[in-house]
């Protein structure tokens, strides 16, 4: 869709309320003036833009405004940062390393050296999810690790106490594939050992006492003992079966117990959700009929707005949302994100607002009393009472609502507070709206600085519309 | 120009735009509107950050 000239001629003759021969020649005044612009000297028109020839061509500059009106629909989105650097995240993985070094350094001296080279490992963007999926594939490994050498702790204490012949078990475990010569060197080193009263470790390794090599070489006393030995051996086997049988049954107990306890967190997050759901679901009708338009249907208003007739977006022309939380921008952008241009941020903090007002409501009795007329602009203003003689201004839209009614009751209690209060209607799919909005202003930046005295959620949670 | 003129002519262009028309203005250009979706680029300080949509103003000089 185009526009022609002459199209663009009568256009501006209805708006501006002259002949269209007035507005053609200024026109083309004007055309001569932008196509006879200089190298150096740009052609400057207020609100509009700036011409300039750059590298031997004519070129336009939009005017701030201009574009910040155009850009409406996406007013508040602000850039967001979804991946930290490369430097960052190496200082926070470091970190976790760090912790992790000093838990595990008591028990698994292995999985210490694992850790420590992965922490020289250099962290690329690009190789972070492989690397997190590594270090979740660790961590079950480092367990089992861990655990190994629990159990080998456990037997070692128990050998401790045992003596010789839980010793030549663990042995077993250890050097599986052990020669007999070996294991005889060993019975004699530790035969000599016994008498010396070595600490358990290296008792430990004296075990194969018991072997069949052993007993052909020692005495009949001895293998009488080696009888009374296995005799014990046997019953503190069976005691550490029992004891071994009898743990993870403990141990499933508190799994069970941890099991409930998930499912009665389970079941209360579940009967929450329900409850909030219910509460929104009323909320929403309540404002559906009473205060407030739904989101969607305010989306589906303002995309409307922009596509109807001129007439109508005469009157819902481009606004722009001046200052909102950071929160809310984050939001917006989120919204930006998942469905590009489509939704309208502007509204969806609008829709806040509203939703809020029934919070605030008893706080809007601290609206600052403050004039906020504007200096050098006579006819504008925050408070006071509405000017009809302006045409067009901008106001701060604080709320929008689906009942007229709603709206000239806000409208009122905006007015008894001493502001300037505008009902902005606007039609969508057949359904009116009707914004509420506070305050009259020559500019932009004006209304801006307007609405930062409007107290809470109003500061934040609104934006500044042309009326 | 008279500013009566000047900010219907605003008012105008800036209506025409927003709805995504182009306006031919004879012996000067065109002027539309183009949208930039969003995407995401590295800042200076190697942040990943996603930039939100923008529309912007192209003016084409007319060929003489």
Do not use: C, W
């Not at chain 1, 026109?27 to 052609?43: C, D, F, H, M, Y």
């Not at chain 1, 005469?314 to 952008?333: C, G, H, L, N, R």
Request: proline share 5%.
């Amino acid at each position: 869709m185009s526009i022609s000239q002459k199209k663009l001629v009568e256009k501006i003759a209805k708006k501006a309320g002259v002949e269209a021969s007035v507005v053609d020649e200024q026109l083309k005044n004007l055309i001569k003036e932008a196509t006879s612009v200089e190298k150096g000297k740009p052609v400057k028109i207020e609100g509009f833009g700036t011409f300039r020839l750059k590298k031997g061509r004519l070129s336009f500059d939009t005017d701030e405004v201009l574009g910040i009106e155009i850009n409406y629909r996406y007013a508040g989105m602000t850039p967001i940062v979804i991946q930290e650097s490369a430097a960052d995240k190496e200082a926070a993985e470091s970190e976790k390393i760090e912790t992790g070094k000093v838990t595990s350094t008591d028990t698994k001296p292995a999985s210490d050296a694992e850790s420590e080279e992965s922490s020289t490992e250099k962290v690329t963007p690009a190789e972070e999810s492989k690397k997190d999926t590594q270090a979740e594939e660790q961590v079950p490994l480092d367990d089992q690790k861990k655990e190994e050498t629990k159990s080998t702790k456990k037997s070692s204490e128990e050998t401790d106490k045992s003596g010789e012949g839980s010793a030549s078990k663990v042995k077993e475990t250890e050097k599986p594939a052990s020669d007999g010569k070996k294991k005889k060197a060993e019975t004699t080193a530790a035969s000599t050992e016994k008498k010396k009263d070595e600490p358990a470790k290296k008792e430990e390794k004296t075990a194969p006492k018991t072997t069949p090599d052993s007993k052909e070489k020692t005495s009949v006393t001895n293998s009488e003992k080696k009888e009374a030995a296995s005799a014990d051996k046997k019953k503190k086997d069976d005691s550490e079966k029992s004891s071994s049988k009898q743990k993870p049954k403990g141990g499933k107990k508190e799994f069970k117990k941890n099991d409930n306890q998930g499912l009665i967190i389970g079941a209360v997050a579940i009967a929450a959700i329900i409850l909030i759901a219910f509460i929104i679901f009323l909320n929403r009708n309540n404002d559906n009929t009473a205060t407030t338009p739904s989101q969607v249907e305010i989306a589906q208003t303002e995309t409307s707005a922009t596509t109807t007739e001129p007439e109508d977006l005469s009157e819902s022309q481009p606004a722009e949302k001046v200052t909102s939380s950071e929160e809310s921008e984050s939001a917006d952008a989120e919204t930006a994100s998942k469905s590009d241009d489509q939704n309208e941020p502007v509204e969806v903090t609008e829709t806040k607002s509203a939703e809020a007002e029934a919070t605030t409501e008893s706080t809007n009795s601290d609206l600052p009393k403050a004039e906020m007329a504007e200096p050098g602009s006579p006819g504008y203003g925050l408070k006071g009472t509405l000017n009809p003689n302006l045409s067009s201004y901008y106001s701060i839209i604080l709320h929008s609502l689906t009942s007229e009614v709603m709206a000239e009751q806000q409208a009122q209690s905006f007015e008894k507070k001493g502001y300037r209060s505008v009902i902005d209607r606007y039609q969508k799919d057949g359904k009116s709206f009707f914004r509420v909005g506070v305050g009259q202003f020559e500019t932009i930046p004006n209304a801006q600085s307007a609405a930062k005295e409007l107290p809470a959620p109003y500061n934040k949670e609104h934006f500044v519309k042309r009326i | 120009m008279d500013d009566n003129i000047r900010e219907a002519l605003i008012a105008v262009f800036r209506e025409e735009l927003i709805k995504k028309k182009t306006i031919e203005v004879d012996d000067l250009g065109t002027f539309k509107t183009v949208h930039i979706k969003q995407y995401q680029k590295q800042d200076p300080s190697g942040d990943l950050v996603l930039m939100p949509p923008k529309d912007y103003i192209l003016f084409t000089p007319q060929n003489k």
